[in-house]
């Protein structure tokens, strides 16, 4: 049970630029009335002005987003009204220190509410490498061209074998948009019960090794956190059988992208990439220019159209708070130090 604040108001401030309370907010709290006051801070006010705002009307909720300043280890210090942040989007580091969840604070993210549409992504990064999306687009687009008879190296997804490197939330909605094609899917993720890969019948890799070398198709979605980083690097990129698919909708960080660039050259892999381990990707890197290499710029989600959906969980998560009861995805500090 999450504890009330005593004298509980029911006033709510988002901390969120406009352009972000339009996208992501306003459709949730004209559709039905929230059930409590919400006021607007200006994000470039900063959080001085945040937390004598916070404190001067004894909020007990706080929004927060992309556009949120970082927040200061001891704002509750400053505002001991404050009981609960709601940050719409995913990764809170950078923005909510750990720190104030140690100290108590109840933090929520978007949970799952996003899940969907990052695995929708990761559909399109399959297709278009198995499609040589690139190939063709750079042929009929730059160089006026076009086949040269046959299908030239086009293949479908129906009945390939598919690896999730990170069988989180995004990890398991793939499983379930992947069902059409009738792909046998397993996954390396040992913090992951037995019960979650019996019910998305996804087989269980004993080993990082045994994952990359047994699929057709290997989809990358570890958390950046510190040993995870470089971990993909040139030998199980090399494990992946000749022709098969490469896709990192997680974090680019998580790949050494020389090694994965020099693979990619020798042409043996499809590659579809949405991260990077620098964004903006720079002009001269090289994965760009590749015929084999489908790049996208960070754009797997929240697409325009569905970032409401995150602005609806996060309404709804604040009325199951002022009704005393726990929200859903809470962050923890066990959560916290498994996320990106």
């Not at 687009?137 to 997804?157: F, I, K, P």
């Not at 004993?206 to 980083?229: A, K, M, W």
């Not at 690097?233 to 990192?248: A, K, Q, T, W, Y």
């Not at 290499?293 to 309404?315: I, N, S």
Request: charged share 20%; with cysteine; net charge positive.
């Amino acid at each position: 049970m999450t504890k009330r604040p005593t004298r509980m108001s029911r006033r709510v401030l988002a901390c969120i630029s406009r352009q972000d309370y339009r996208r992501f907010l306003a459709g949730a709290l004209e559709a039905r009335r929230p059930g409590f006051d919400l006021r607007l801070i200006d994000p470039a006010a900063g959080v001085e002005a945040l937390a004598a705002e916070l404190n001067a009307s004894a909020t007990p909720v706080l929004i927060t987003g992309w556009s949120t300043p970082p927040l200061p280890a001891d704002l509750m210090a400053h505002a001991p009204s404050l009981r609960y942040i709601c940050h719409l989007t995913g990764t809170l580091r950078g923005k909510i220190p750990r720190e104030l969840i140690a100290g108590g604070l109840l933090v929520t993210n978007w949970g799952g509410a996003i899940a969907r549409v990052v695995a929708e992504h990761c559909v399109l990064q399959i297709l278009s490498a198995l499609r040589r999306s690139t190939h063709w687009q750079l042929t009929m687009h730059r160089d006026r061209g076009w086949s040269a008879g046959g299908y030239e190296g086009v293949l479908s997804l129906f009945g390939r074998s598919v690896g999730i490197h990170g069988l989180g939330a995004i990890g398991r909605g793939l499983c379930r948009l992947l069902r059409p094609w009738h792909c046998p899917i397993s996954s390396y993720t040992p913090s992951v019960p037995d019960e979650i890969f019996r019910r998305l019948r996804v087989r269980r890799c004993d080993s990082v090794e045994e994952l990359f070398s047994g699929n057709q198709i290997i989809v990358e979605l570890l958390p950046l956190i510190p040993e995870n980083v470089g971990v993909v690097d040139e030998h199980l990129l090399r494990l992946i059988p000749p022709d098969g698919v490469f896709v990192n909708s997680g974090r680019g960080a998580v790949v050494d992208e020389q090694a994965l660039a020099a693979v990619a050259k020798e042409g043996r892999l499809r590659v579809a990439l949405d991260v990077f381990a620098d964004e903006p990707l720079p002009q001269d890197s090289p994965l760009r220019g590749l015929s084999n290499v489908f790049l996208t710029p960070h754009v797997a989600g929240p697409t325009l159209d569905r970032q409401p959906d995150c602005g609806a969980f996060a309404v709804r998560n604040i009325r199951v708070f002022f009704r005393g009861r726990r929200p859903d995805a809470v962050v923890d500090l066990e959560v916290y130090d498994r996320q990106t």
